[in-house]
């Protein structure tokens, strides 16, 4: 890490000061906390092969990207309202330093848990085998195999004839009649 700047120890010891002051945490836990940002900072950017120097703007921005997302999430009064974050920093559920490195559903899991199961009911409906209705007077036009499953929908008005829907059981062959 090359430190031809004065102002690395600035924007390292405001960030440090705003979790002291305005979150509340001890000088050890916000130097703690602190140091992971700094060290989250680093993995991103080598994974990015971002220049590892506080006179790259890319650097500091990803620097200060972290330590913002980090200080909102710890805020209670801010927009994201991740009340129960602090409480469980306080308690001891994590140390400072791997808070930069959770994921978002482990950061704010009240939030992301419905979206995730909401996200699980979608993946299970598209890929789940489901149970249907099976002919074996039908052929797959590919594979010539008669195990086929079909579903008949109304796609049209009324007055026209119901659409049915093919699928092959062996090769997957999809069709409509």
């Not at 989250?40 to 080598?46: C, G, K, L, V």
């Not at 971002?50 to 620097?63: E, G, K, R, V």
């Not at 099976?134 to 008669?146: A, F, S, V, W």
Request: proline share 2%; charged share 25%.
């Amino acid at each position: 890490m090359t430190t031809n700047s004065n102002n690395k120890h600035e924007i390292r010891n405001k960030l440090r000061d705003l979790l002291i002051n305005d979150i509340h945490l001890s000088v050890i836990e916000a130097t703690d906390l602190e140091i992971g940002i700094f060290n989250s900072t680093i993995d991103y950017a080598n994974s990015l092969k971002i220049p590892l120097s506080w006179s790259s703007d890319l650097f500091t921005d990803s620097y200060i990207n972290i330590g913002r997302s980090i200080y909102s999430n710890l805020n209670k009064e801010s927009y994201i309202q991740n009340e129960k974050l602090l409480e469980r920093l306080n308690k001891k559920e994590f140390l400072p330093h791997k808070l930069p490195y959770m994921s978002c559903e482990e950061v704010f899991p009240e939030k992301w848990e419905a979206i995730i199961e909401k996200q699980k009911l979608k993946f299970k409906a598209a890929y789940e085998i489901k149970q249907v209705s099976m002919t074996d007077t039908i052929k797959c036009g590919k594979c010539k195999n008669n195990k086929i499953s079909y579903y008949e929908l109304q796609t049209r008005s009324g007055d026209e004839a119901i659409t049915q829907f093919y699928n092959c059981i062996i090769c997957g062959h999809k069709w409509k009649n």
